[in-house]
């Protein structure tokens, strides 16, 4: 066997492992892919508007890839998404990208097993600025640019649950734009989200055809 074979082969079977063994990722929203966790139907799962809340998939910007989820108004929420139920004690680890085109509070709000208690914010959550709901502050003002964070679900919150919906909650200003949502098992986030379901096939013959 040609020399180039073998470490072609060990490459390949090198991409199949690493995926499994090191590290579990659920895509809930990067691309609105059909491997994403909606399956390719994100908007769709948002059933409930407060206010005349819209949730629309915009290429104007994004933090990663092509597209970003974009809410304007008050809030667009479902606390029983279609097929989720994801126990966050194997995927503890949430990663999420944001930034506002102006007001005073951005607010994600994690559904927990079809209830509602987990929330992250930026910006000012007091009386008269944001909802007033209990939530855990990630820094004092509002993102103009594109943010992302990484978060442990079960140290801010508790162990032990299913993510089971989101609410995106802009509330104020011209609304807010959400990219690059992760569930994840290493504390590391991935560089990048979708992953093709060919990508060893595409790989192995990037290597024959250069030999």
């Given at each position: 066997?040609?020399?180039?074979?073998?470490?072609?082969?060990?490459?390949?079977a090198?991409?199949?492992?690493?995926p499994?063994s090191?590290a579990?990722?659920?895509v809930?929203?990067?691309?609105?892919?059909?491997?994403?966790?909606?399956?390719?139907?994100?908007?769709?799962?948002?059933?409930?508007?407060d206010?005349?809340?819209k949730?629309?998939?915009?290429?104007?910007t994004?933090?990663?890839?092509?597209?970003?989820?974009?809410?304007?108004k008050?809030?667009?929420y479902?606390?029983?998404?279609?097929?989720?139920?994801?126990?966050?004690?194997?995927?503890?680890?949430?990663?999420?990208?944001?930034?506002?085109?102006g007001?005073?509070?951005?607010?994600?709000?994690?559904?927990?097993d079809?209830?509602?208690a987990?929330?992250y914010?930026?910006?000012?959550n007091?009386?008269?600025?944001?909802?007033?709901?209990?939530s855990?502050?990630?820094?004092?003002?509002?993102?103009?640019?594109w943010?992302?964070?990484?978060?442990?679900?079960?140290?801010d919150?508790?162990?032990?649950?299913?993510?089971?919906?989101?609410?995106?909650t802009?509330?104020d200003?011209?609304?807010?734009?959400?990219?690059?949502?992760?569930?994840h098992?290493d504390p590391t986030?991935?560089?990048?989200?979708?992953?093709?379901?060919?990508?060893?096939?595409?790989?192995?013959?990037?290597i024959?055809?250069?030999?």
């Amino acid at each position: 066997m040609k020399l180039f074979s073998v470490v072609a082969l060990i490459v390949v079977a090198f991409l199949i492992m690493v995926p499994g063994s090191f590290a579990k990722i659920i895509v809930i929203f990067d691309e609105n892919a059909a491997s994403e966790a909606s399956a390719g139907k994100f908007v769709e799962g948002f059933t409930s508007h407060d206010a005349a809340s819209k949730v629309a998939i915009v290429t104007s910007t994004s933090f990663m890839g092509k597209s970003s989820v974009f809410v304007d108004k008050s809030q667009s929420y479902n606390n029983i998404m279609p097929n989720w139920k994801f126990p966050i004690n194997e995927t503890p680890y949430m990663t999420f990208a944001w930034k506002k085109d102006g007001g005073k509070i951005i607010m994600i709000q994690m559904a927990y097993d079809n209830n509602w208690a987990y929330r992250y914010h930026c910006g000012d959550n007091t009386a008269g600025n944001g909802p007033t709901w209990p939530s855990t502050e990630l820094a004092k003002a509002v993102p103009a640019d594109w943010k992302m964070y990484t978060r442990d679900l079960t140290k801010d919150f508790a162990k032990g649950w299913n993510l089971t919906g989101l609410a995106f909650t802009p509330w104020d200003g011209n609304g807010g734009y959400y990219d690059f949502i992760l569930l994840h098992s290493d504390p590391t986030p991935p560089t990048t989200a979708v992953f093709a379901k060919d990508k060893v096939i595409k790989t192995w013959a990037l290597i024959k055809n250069q030999y």
